[in-house]
């Protein structure tokens, strides 16, 4: 992730790319409903720089010498991944092109310019803050259906689609529209929980707190060695503590909860669950220093590498995004959010597992065919592996762990990912939908977490943001079912 402040907003998005209408442009009919193989692959759109005849080897039909720009967010996970493997890999296929790699934090103030004269790249790895509005892009036409891709053979086994080797739930969580289509590839397979130092707590005798009382106990312990018991970076990290406000109202609630809130449905921010959570999360917020609503998180997170806070929110890409500041002896580990009560819908184990780190393909890219393909190397085995190599994090390509030896943060995710069985809590496609709503939900959550604001005035003063975003006639409304 990165700590530029989001300064282009959805609206600014659609006036620089110069459009008056949110009108898509033609894309490919829904994925099926089941998983098939065989058949031939979809048409992708035409690419301006030519194609190649198809063949089993290139079901795009790429031309070999057509050159392929890549852009890439620099974050957590770096570049190299991409650089070293994924890049390396699209090359031993295509010989003659030439690749042109930029690996930057800020994608959408780098980016949007190009959107809007139409010098797009052909591959972006949207991730990080400073992220493109994905929602107005497909509304305006400007990326590219992904069913060819998911339709197309895998590298590994063309016997299968592409879509059969994938983790249940991945191409789901990169729908967008209505009708939905797939338009985003979420490519790491990433957990959400709290993160802390397994030695630590083996030497304190401290274990994870399966409750909020018994998190408030741990806390006063932790305060009386001198710890921050929990914190989170306010300055540019506030969605990693929504994450966590959304995490325990599905668990309280269950995962319609989550769904009607991506889904705009009215009285969603004040259904009970979401109080009970808000109201859970405050308390805890009671032991957290005031400063830490300016620091960026790898300030936070340095401190918890110091010994100086006990348990942070973040997703699977922590250990890896800290590997250069880690101090011997410091051993990442993660565990569930804490239940709020004995009656939540969802047990302690259960946690929010799913395909995240979104890739997307410009429409108008000079080399459609050969993103499609790039995406397509991507998700071969070998490039998954190499990714889990360099990164210390998992893909969404079935068995591409096979073999490898994992780090201790990993494996702690594998084991509470294996403990969790059905038990897992959805996306929030909201994000990437409303940016407006999401930006306003990461000043509630620092006025919440930080004593500003109470549970109640959090979800009403949510639910008259998403009210707001939901009676805005210009912005393009999006559903999910599940």
Known sequence: MTNTPREITRRQMMHRIGLTALVAGPTAGLLSACATSGGSTPEPAASTGGGAAKSDSNPFGVKADAPLEVVIFKGAYGDEYATQSHEPLYVKEFPQAKITHQGIQTIAQTLTPRFASGDVPDVVNNSGTDNLDTGSLVAAGQLLDLTPLYEAPSIDDPSKKVKDTLVPGTIESGLVGDPAKPYILNYVYTAYGLWYDAKLFEK???????????????????????????????????????????????????????????????????????????????????????????????????????????????????EPEQAKDTPAGFEYAMAPTPSVSASDAMPYEAIRAVAGEPYVLPAKGKNINGGLEYMRVMLSKEAAKAFTEKTKS??????????????????????????????????????????????????????????????????????????KTKADSSVTKQKRTA
């Open 204 to 318: 304190e005798g401290w274990t994870p707190p399966k409750t909020f009382d018994e998190f408030k106990t741990l806390a006063d312990k932790i305060k009386a060695k001198g710890m921050t018991p929990y914190a989170y970076a306010g300055k540019n990290a506030s969605y990693y503590q929504y994450w966590m406000i959304l995490i325990s109202a599905a668990k309280i609630g269950g995962n319609q909860v989550l769904i009607d809130i991506d889904n705009l449905a009215d009285g969603a921010w004040t259904n009970d669950a979401v109080k009970q959570a808000a109201a859970a999360w405050a308390e805890i917020g009671k032991y957290m220093d005031k400063s830490y609503e300016g620091l960026i998180h790898t300030e936070v997170q340095t401190q918890q590498n110091q010994g100086k806070v006990a348990l942070y929110p973040s997703g699977s890409w922590l």
């Open 394 to 467: 998992l893909t969404v390509v079935v068995g591409s762990t096979e073999g490898l030896t994992l780090s201790p943060g990993t494996a702690s995710v594998v084991e509470v990912q294996t403990a969790a069985g059905a038990n897992v809590v959805t996306w929030s496609s909201f994000e990437q939908w409303y940016k407006e709503l999401e930006t306003e939900l990461r000043k509630q959550t620092n006025a919440l977490m930080f004593g500003r604001i109470t549970a109640e005035q959090f979800c009403t003063n949510m639910q008259k943001a998403a009210d």
